[in-house]
């Protein structure tokens, strides 16, 4: 049998997605996430204009072929665009496999390596007394680790800060024109590190007197530090031992890292916006980080990112997959199923899917009290309704710009 049809849904559930479905000449369906927050249409053009009929009458068995066709083929590599657009073909095609295997991906994988993914939650606030809230919250849920992000005094809107009181949170940091209709431009935000670095330590000193030595708390600094400012914040905050500290400072100057780890031993992840091993090539030979943050949809596939992580486990580095809502269900799944089978899991990040978007993918995998499993559906376990994603334009938004207060641009 061989690839008969390549098709890319692009679709707007709440948010824009973009999805790749690939069909073989004996029917069978595969998906693959290809949403790139902010850049979605570029993943779309890459693949419509450039990938789909270079793909047609191949065998679809043949995915490391595959693979490296598509990455050494157009000459030009790496990149978000163009390794999203790999993963989505890369997904598809496991997805077809395993359906034809008549079992979930992650037995094609090897097997279950554990009961379950432990995920954290996303809990934020405006003030501690908000933020406190939501943790209280998750953890009655049942979840064991949990992110915390809050507002900073003298700061207005920054990022990760949700503006809903308790409940799901509800936060979409990629932003349409303020009726609803696409936008022209990026929101921007005001930053700033100093105010930063004073706040933070005494929101964990609270949250560890609140929830106890027990609970793991993760915090995500979005690329905001500079090297030095970094390894104050992680010494900072070593007594109040995060599970993690994420995207510490821009990842792009992975020696960066080295000034961090020799000023403290908090746990660093990173590399969310990465998306090849060559990214992590210094980061994991001098195990300047913990966790690789990667997600499927960003790095090439399941096939990319299981090289990527197979490669980091030698030097005792784990998993930490990327999974905001602007990854979506296709590739979340992926990510459950690559993270069941391989040795070296950390844990996953889990926020769930609104309600439209659920309508929209239907999905097999499961969440129980702290923990999340792919499902025992044959491949990914995920189908796109295309009749119901027909009802969602896409629609422009833009992640914000982030400027200090002087203007300067910064790291959003
Ligand atoms: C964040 C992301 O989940 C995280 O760790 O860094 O939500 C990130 O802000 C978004 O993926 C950007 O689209
Ligand atoms: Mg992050």
Redesign the pocket.
């Known amino acids: 049998m061989t690839i008969e049809s390549v098709s890319v849904n692009v679709t707007s559930p709440g948010r824009n997605f973009v999805t790749l479905k690939i069909v073989t000449t004996d029917g069978v369906v595969g998906w693959g996430d290809a949403t790139l ?2 850049r979605e249409l570029s993943v779309a053009s890459y693949l419509q204009d450039h990938v789909a009929s270079t793909l047609v009458g191949r065998d679809e068995n043949r995915i490391e072929d595959t693979w490296q066709y598509l990455y050494r083929g157009p000459y030009w590599r790496r990149g978000p665009v163009t390794m999203a657009a790999i993963a989505a073909v890369d997904m598809a095609l496991w997805d077809i496999k395993a359906k034809k295997a008549g079992m979930p991906l992650y037995e094609l994988l090897g097997g279950a390596s554990r009961e379950g993914l432990r995920v954290y939650a ?1 809990a934020s606030g405006t003030d501690y007394a908000a933020l406190k809230d939501a943790v209280t919250g998750y953890v009655e849920q049942g979840y064991t680790a949990v ?1 915390v992000q809050t507002g900073v005094p003298g700061l207005g809107q920054i ?2 800060v949700s503006s809903n009181t308790g409940g799901k949170y509800d ?1 979409e ?2 932003k349409r024109a303020a009726d609803g209709r696409a936008a022209i431009a990026p929101s921007e935000e005001t930053w700033d590190t100093p105010a930063y670095l004073a706040h933070m330590p005494g929101v964990f000193a609270s949250l560890r007197e609140d929830f106890g030595s027990g609970l793991r708390i993760l915090h ?1 600094a ?1 690329h905001r530090m500079s090297p030095i400012e970094a390894a104050q914040f992680a010494k900072d905050v070593e007594p109040y031992k995060l599970f993690w500290l ?2 510490c400072t821009p990842v792009e100057d992975q020696t960066a890292l080295r000034l961090v780890r020799q000023h403290s031993t908090t746990p660093l992840a990173i590399g ?1 916006v990465l998306n090849s091993v060559y990214d992590y090539q210094t980061l994991i030979t001098e195990r300047l980080i913990d966790y690789v ?1 990667s997600s499927v949809t960003h790095t090439g596939g399941v096939t990319g990112l299981k090289k990527l992580l197979d490669f980091a486990g030698i030097y005792g580095i784990r998993s930490g997959m ?6 979506s269900p296709v590739g979340m799944a992926a990510a459950l199923h690559l993270g069941l089978a391989i040795h070296n899991f950390g844990i996953q ?1 889990y ?1 769930p899917h609104s309600e439209t978007t659920l309508g929209v993918f239907r999905t097999s995998y499961a969440f129980d009290r702290g923990f999340l499993h792919p499902g025992d559906a044959p491949g990914l376990g995920v189908d796109l309704d295309e009749d119901a994603a027909s009802a969602f334009e896409y629609t422009k938004a833009y ?1 914000p710009v982030n400027r200090l207060m002087d203007g300067t641009v910064h790291d ?1």
């Open positions: 927050n902010g996303h992110r990022y990760g936060y940091p990629a995500d979005h994420e995207d969310e943050r990327h999974g905001p809502t602007d990854v990040e926020m992640l959003w």
